[in-house]
Antibody
Framework: QITLKESGPTLVTPSQTLTLTCTFS??????????VGWIRQPPGKALEWLSL???????RYRPSLQSRLTITKDTSKNQVVLTMTNMDPVDTATYYC???????????????WGQGTPVTVSS | DIQMTQSPSSLSTSVGDRVTITCRAS??????LNWYQHKPGRAPRLLIY???NLQYGVPSRFSGSGSGAEFTLTISSLQPEDFATYYC?????????FGPGTRLEIK
């Protein structure tokens, strides 16, 4: 059974750095053609892709946010961590992690998702 | 970036209805189109991948079709558990982009 769960702060003050952790089970990030991505959904808005990390450490970022995002993985802990610097109220959203199937440079699909973690950016 | 649009944005429907949702891409994406179902407070669920492939465990009343830049998701007979928001997503190139969603509401 594959599961993913997001964790992190629910409230962040503007200009702070957000650190989110995705803890997963049922698969390994050492398996080829597998990876974990982050997607967010601002209140009342559509899903927005943020970042991907592949089994081979290849990393991709949303171009408009690339300077603020860092994604890493710890295969021994089955975790993927996303950091986003200089948080702003417009970054208020529910943040999801999801497993994807795909090869370097793109994905095929996100087949398993976490339930999401809400993050509010406010002073 | 490839822009995705969906129509309708919302639909008031009844149990047993046949529902079709359309997704259009701003350029050809071949068949790299996926569909997800999302209910409030729940994890999004993959329904269809690469246009027409039913994800394991998804009921056969869901089907997908299309090619090029226009795609459809069809629910042949709506069930109570199908009231949710549906998103399409292109996976031909980064950045990955999603459609704005189609919300199915109970009439």
């Amino acid at each position: 059974q594959i599961t993913l769960k997001e964790s992190g702060p629910t409230l962040v003050t503007p200009s702070q750095t957000l650190t989110l952790t995705c803890t997963f089970s049922g698969f390994s990030l050492t398996t080829g053609a597998v990876g974990v991505g982050w997607i967010r959904q601002p209140p009342g808005k559509a899903l927005e892709w943020l970042s991907l990390i592949y089994w081979d450490e290849d990393k991709r970022y949303r171009p408009s946010l690339q300077s603020r995002l860092t994604i890493t993985k710890d295969t021994s802990k089955n975790q993927v961590v996303l950091t986003m610097t200089n948080m702003d109220p417009v970054d208020t959203a529910t943040y999801y992690c999801a497993r994807f199937i795909g090869l370097a440079g793109t994905i095929d699909y996100f087949d398993f998702w976490g339930q999401g973690t809400p993050v509010t950016v406010s002073s | 970036d490839i822009q995705m649009t969906q129509s309708p944005s919302s639909l008031s429907t009844s149990v047993g209805d046949r529902v079709t949702i359309t997704c259009r891409a701003s350029q050809t994406i071949n068949r790299y189109l996926n569909w997800y179902q999302h209910k409030p407070g729940r994890a999004p669920r993959l329904l269809i991948y690469k246009t027409s492939n039913l994800q394991y465990g998804v009921p056969s009343r869901f089907s997908g079709s299309g090619s090029g830049a226009e795609f459809t998701l069809t629910i042949s007979s709506l069930q109570p558990e199908d009231f949710a928001t549906y998103y399409c997503q292109q996976s031909i190139s980064l950045p990955i982009t999603f459609g704005p969603g189609t919300r199915l509401e109970i009439k």
